[in-house]
């Protein structure tokens, strides 16, 4: 209920809701810019995907784990991800944004052990900013 009065615990209750919101916007946006220098184009689902995944990794790189493991957890996570999605919008919707089915590896032409290996390489650097702003926080 509004009493008129600043409550700064219910200001400091908001924070972790804009940090998540700009969290994800990060992600989309730089899943989608990913994409575009990759590929050449994106789909706006790779932005939600992109926004989910940042949002994913930034819980992850929260935990104990060594960076070697949470670079392990994060490409999986983004995979599964990638999975879903593609079951979603490639299998069900037939919008055939994306077709790994050439690839060696894949798996229904939605994942494939390359871009597993690739999210990998990224979730290096990633969780290391990642820490580091946990960090100064």
């Not at 994913?56 to 670079?71: E, K, W």
């Amino acid at each position: 209920m509004f009493t008129g009065r600043f409550d700064p615990a219910a200001a400091g209750a908001r924070r972790p809701r804009t940090e998540s919101t700009a969290t994800f916007a990060i992600g989309a946006l730089g899943y989608g810019g990913l994409e575009i220098l990759w590929r050449g184009h994106t789909h706006w689902t790779m932005l939600l995907c992109g926004g989910t995944a940042l949002l994913l990794l930034r819980r992850i790189s929260r935990t104990a784990l060594p960076l070697f493991a949470q670079c392990v957890l994060g490409s999986t996570a983004i995979t599964g991800i990638e999975f879903g999605t593609g079951m979603v919008v490639n299998r069900l919707l037939h919008w055939s944004v994306w077709d790994y089915s050439s690839l060696w590896g894949n798996v229904l032409g939605q994942i494939c052990p390359l871009y597993s290996c690739l999210w990998f390489a990224l979730c290096v650097p990633i969780m290391a900013v990642l820490r580091q702003v946990q960090r100064w926080r």
